[in-house]
């Protein structure tokens, strides 16, 4: 099993360019999540999304938007980037019944000049 | 809201030293606690948890107590290694509604030789 897989690892944007990360899960887990980690803010999250076909707001939603079309994959789109988008991006996914074992890809690392 | 504090870091210790990483929660009813792991380059995994009071979660030689009384998590080992360089970070997740975890700003942990 690969587990939770992102891609890209790494990107630069110029502000008002448009991407789309992509999260992939094997584990055929219903609960998917976007962070974004910042230096010295821990992980905030952004969207979740609790079966294929739906989502919702977390806790940073603004300049993000989200697609759950199929259960093993999660995308978080920036439609117009800016700068205050940098940031290293986590995906995770969970188990509907292991409420207390998320597991994390590797993260995207995001820059926007 | 819930929330997580932890001490500010970065952390830094010889090998073989004594680690305390102090974690202190705010949170409604009983909730579950994690210590999550980043090594360098990584996502986060799942270090150790404690679902209830009193109750100690260890693992790789890491280990931490839920402490009711205080709201406490703190992560202790008795011998650190170079190779627990890493991020710790504290979370919580409050039973009913969506599971969702708190965390906290995460500890930097350098190990010298």
């Known amino acids: 099993n690969a587990g939770v897989t992102q891609t890209p690892k790494f990107r630069v944007l110029k502000t008002g360019q448009s991407m789309t990360l992509l999260c992939a899960q094997d584990?055929?887990?219903?609960?998917m999540y976007w962070y974004r980690q910042d230096p010295g803010m821990g992980l905030r999250l952004i969207h979740y999304s609790v079966g294929e076909g739906t989502t919702a707001k977390g806790e940073v939603p603004d300049g993000y938007n989200v697609s759950r079309l199929k259960k093993q994959n999660f995308l978080l789109g920036l439609e117009s980037a800016a700068p205050s988008q940098t940031s290293v991006y986590f995906c995770a996914s969970r188990d509907r019944d292991r409420y207390n074992e998320q597991f994390f890809g590797p993260g995207t690392r995001l820059t926007v000049l | 809201g819930d929330s997580v504090t932890q001490m500010e870091g970065p952390v830094t210790l010889s090998e073989e030293a004594f680690l305390t990483i102090n974690c202190t929660y705010t949170a409604t009813g009983y909730p579950s606690l994690f210590w999550y792991v980043q090594y360098p380059g990584e996502g986060l995994q799942l270090l150790l948890k404690?679902?209830?009071?009193?109750d100690k979660g260890s693992n790789k030689g890491f280990e931490a107590t839920y402490r009711k009384e205080t709201t406490s998590f703190h992560l202790e080992k008795g011998s650190v290694q170079v190779s627990d360089s890493a991020v710790y970070f504290c979370?919580?997740?409050?039973?009913?509604?969506?599971?969702?975890?708190?965390f906290g700003r995460g500890t930097s942990l350098i190990v010298h030789p």
């Open positions: 584990m055929n887990h219903e609960y």
């Open positions: 979370a919580l997740i409050r039973a009913g509604g969506s599971y969702i975890p708190t």
């Open positions: 404690a679902t209830k009071a009193d």
